[in-house]
């Protein structure tokens, strides 16, 4: 997708540096954390929001779930974190290309 920010840093269109990847997902920094560690899973696939997800996807959506507890650990964050989804307008989503927040280090507000 041309117009669209992640495709551009899956693509290294926009210079970006990995923490992880793999051929499926890149996982970077949040440009503007919410928290001490705010990373963002990206599927290398263009899939607008986890609403146009569909059975075809499921192994992927299964490889950026458990994907988290390994990164998290590696990030430091023994005593837990978050995963956000943000799905559409009304969710929140900002960035139509799927997209997992993972969110650590001190203790998160309650949700
Ligand atoms: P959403 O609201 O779509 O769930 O989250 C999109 C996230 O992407 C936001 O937290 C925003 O700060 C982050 N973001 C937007 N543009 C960029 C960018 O160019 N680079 C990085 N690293 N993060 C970005
Ligand atoms: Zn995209």
Redesign the pocket.
């Known amino acids: 997708m041309t117009d669209c920010?992640f495709c551009k840093?899956v693509e290294g269109q926009?210079p970006?540096e990995f923490v992880y990847e793999d051929d499926k997902i890149v996982i970077?920094?949040?440009?503007?954390p919410?928290a001490e560690v705010?990373l963002?899973i990206v599927a290398r696939e263009h899939i607008p929001s986890l609403a146009e997800a569909t059975q075809d996807n499921a192994s992927l959506l299964a490889h950026m779930t458990l994907v988290l507890p390994k990164i998290a650990k590696e990030q430091g964050l023994n005593s837990g974190f978050r995963t956000?989804?943000?799905t559409g307008k009304g969710g929140?989503?900002?960035?139509?290309h799927i997209?997992f927040?993972l969110l650590g280090g001190g203790m998160l507000p309650k949700f």
């Open positions: 920010i840093i926009i970006t970077f920094k949040d440009i503007r919410k705010h963002l956000v989804i943000n929140g989503q900002e960035i139509d997209h927040h």
